[in-house]
């Protein structure tokens, strides 16, 4: 088992910044590690994801430029850095663990763990 635990999320105005933090604990392997987004009412959506060695990340069109993925093996730690930040990204924010190391999945089905999630608001 893994467990993965947020934390980094609040209230910001708009043209601000946030950094999400996703720490993993328990059973140690290798997984690329990805971010979603969730709203009421709609489905969980892919914002970023970053392979198991860090070289490789993906990023969803709507946060392309404005947020920025990383990731610390040694701390077992994940990074969402979000510049620019719009009403729009309001929503409670995932992270989650894939066993598949590339970080080419883009579909919440497709991971194998998560964490409980963390809100962020952004006001205009």
């Known amino acids: 088992q893994v467990q993965l635990v947020e934390s980094g999320g609040g209230l910001v105005q708009a043209g601000g910044s946030l950094r999400l933090s996703c720490a993993a604990s328990g059973r140690t392997f290798s997984y690329a590690m990805g971010w979603f987004r969730q709203t009421p009412g709609k489905e969980r959506e892919f914002v970023a994801s970053?392979?198991?060695?860090?070289?490789?990340?993906y990023y969803a069109d709507s946060v392309k430029g404005r947020f920025t993925i990383s990731r610390d093996n040694a701390k077992n730690t994940v990074y969402l850095q979000m510049n620019s930040l719009k009403p729009e990204d309001t929503a409670v924010y995932y992270c989650?663990?894939?066993?598949?190391?590339?970080?080419?999945?883009?579909?919440?089905?497709?991971?194998?763990?998560w964490g409980q999630g963390t809100q962020v608001t952004v006001s205009s």
């Open positions: 989650a663990a894939d066993f598949a190391v590339a970080g080419t999945s883009f579909q919440p089905g497709e991971y194998d763990y």
């Open positions: 970053i392979s198991w060695s860090g070289d490789s990340t």
